[in-house]
């Protein structure tokens, strides 16, 4: 069981489950059974949304980029019926946001790309912030009435569009490969945005993050999540480790340490003793 096991062997199999490892990997690298590390993986993972949820709290941040990163649960939604759909099996949206100053993910919400979880997102996102901040978005619809509802008129607000084509000669297979950007749109639809801080590149980034260190999220392989509350658990480690651990590569500190909720970096071990 996890709890039997060494503090040693608890931080092994945390910190290769934050940089990519499948289940199996892990099963076959440290001898540990792959039931023992899934529960180990729910129980830490827990853990972390509760850290998240109570440290990422009165924050100063001046803009904010907003995106959302698709995954799916036991199968994609086009091969999922009614009944797979009422327990939770089909497509799963994780909505997300950062500080393009600190790198810090201050909220994220797993759900549907739906009006109720936009809605959510950005209650949850305007309840952290102390401040006015600009903030960029997509252009999904669903946003514009999120963000007046969960910030009012105390947000400078824009959308931005990317408009990307398929490199003439390219199979659909490759569909995979990224396209050739074509047009950028920027749309201000509330307040007085920078134009030149209208921008999800930062956000974009992360999600490549989160795609290459979250195994759950990573394309064609059959490292998805079964199970609904598994994969939140495994978004919510991730986002804690690249938060709290992880010493961005730009700012020669951790997200958290940027942006003054810690005064040092945390380690895995620490993750591990708090659950």
Request: with cysteine; charged share 25%.
């Amino acid at each position: 069981m996890a709890n039997t096991l060494t503090k040693e062997k608890q931080v092994a199999v945390i910190s290769a489950l934050a940089e990519g490892n499948s289940i199996r990997s892990i099963e076959r690298m440290t001898e540990i059974h792959r039931d023992t590390i899934m529960r180990l993986g729910m129980r830490v993972g827990e853990t972390c949304a509760q850290i998240l949820d109570q440290k990422m709290r009165g924050l100063t941040c001046s803009r904010i980029e907003v995106d959302e990163i698709w995954g799916f649960i036991g199968k994609k939604r086009r091969n999922a019926t009614m009944t797979d759909r009422t327990r939770g099996i089909g497509d799963v949206w994780t909505f997300m946001s950062i500080d393009p100053v600190t790198k810090l993910i201050p909220s994220f919400i797993v759900g549907q790309r739906d009006r109720y979880h936009a809605h959510w997102f950005m209650d949850d996102l305007a309840g952290r912030l102390n401040n006015r901040i600009q903030l960029s978005t997509d252009g999904m619809d669903k946003y514009k009435d999120a963000v007046e509802n969960a910030f009012g008129a105390v947000v400078d607000y824009a959308q931005i569009v990317k408009e990307y084509s398929t490199p003439s000669g390219q199979e659909v297979q490759r569909r995979y490969s990224p396209g050739e950007l074509r047009a950028v749109t920027k749309t201000p639809i509330n307040g007085a945005p920078n134009p030149d801080h209208i921008c999800t590149s930062y956000i974009e980034r992360a999600n490549l993050t989160m795609r290459t260190h979250c195994k759950r999220l990573a394309r064609l392989t059959l490292a998805f999540s079964k199970k609904l509350p598994n994969f939140k658990a495994a978004i919510a480690l991730n986002i804690a480790y690249y938060n709290l651990v992880k010493t961005h590569g730009s700012l020669r500190c951790t997200p958290a340490q940027a942006a003054g909720i810690e005064s040092s970096a945390w380690t895995v071990g620490d993750l591990v003793n708090a659950a």
